[in-house]
């Protein structure tokens, strides 16, 4: 893969110009502080790793066809259009009496940075959703908070050896394929050993153009929707994606040397988070508080 097109897309996933600070200095943050969307019509605002979200919509903790995992957090905001979409997969996934997805992280109320693990997150687009291949909660329909702040996802990735464990099987690639044949997911981003994995498998099929390889995510992988014609001020990503699969020697490069060093840089900025530089029109969204 082109070392340029690798920097588009991390410039895309990190920030627009960050904002940095003194090691050891605590960030304050005010979207962490915010409980309750910001009124009016649903609009995201900027882009995943810098905007905010306006009329966000909460989703319920568990419905048919998913889970809500760790609610604790606090991270259960997205964009109305992000909710259908779940809601619509997990009734899929009920009617066929598959087990239920696990959700994971979407974003804060009024979308905003997290300071965390999460550089994007943003503007109510996007959401984590875990791999578990051997769910325990197949045939119930409520689950306790306690049993859902407890399970831990499933890895999918041997990290030494860069490959796709044995569990990542067809039901796991069946998720994958109901989100990326939704017309409303732009991309959906995943380890870049279970890319291989499906380019092995399933190349012919053209959903798998949406899959996207990216680093970490061994144990979920990453729905991002596209920008709506009434979010003005959204912007999904900076490239669009590429004619064809992606299952040529582009993908090599995520087994370089060079793909290692950029991991590690990676898992620094995730580790060091920054306050990125958000679009004017989201200051109006804290200025209640």
Known sequence: MKKRSILCLA????????????????LDNPWTKIKSPASG?????????????????????????????????GRTFGHPRLIATIEQVGKILATAKK???????????????TLSAHSSHQTGLDVDIWYLRHRPWRNRKNVSVREREKLQATKMVDRKKLAALPAFGKEERAVLQLFAENPEVDRIL???????????TVPQEPWIRKIRPWF???????????????????RTNTDPLPEGNSCDSSLDWWWSEEARQDEAKSTDRQEHPVMPNLPAECAPLTKDL
């Not at 410039?11 to 605590?26: R, S, Y």
Request: charged share 20%; hydrophobic share 35%.
């Open 11 to 26: 410039i895309t996933l990190a920030a627009f110009i960050p904002v940095t600070w003194a090691d050891g200095e605590a």
């Open 41 to 73: 019509q649903a609009e995201s605002i900027g882009v995943p790793s810098a905007g905010c979200l306006r009329g966000a919509q909460a989703l319920p903790d568990q419905g048919p066809g998913y889970k809500l995992m760790r609610p604790s957090r």
């Open 99 to 113: 087990p239920p997805l696990l959700i994971g992280d979407l974003g804060l109320p009024r979308g905003g940075p």
């Open 190 to 200: 995943v380890n870049f050993a279970i890319k291989r994995e499906l380019c092995k």
């Open 216 to 234: 970490g995510h061994d144990h979920h992988f990453h729905v991002r929707l596209l920008c709506s014609p009434s979010d003005r001020l959204c």
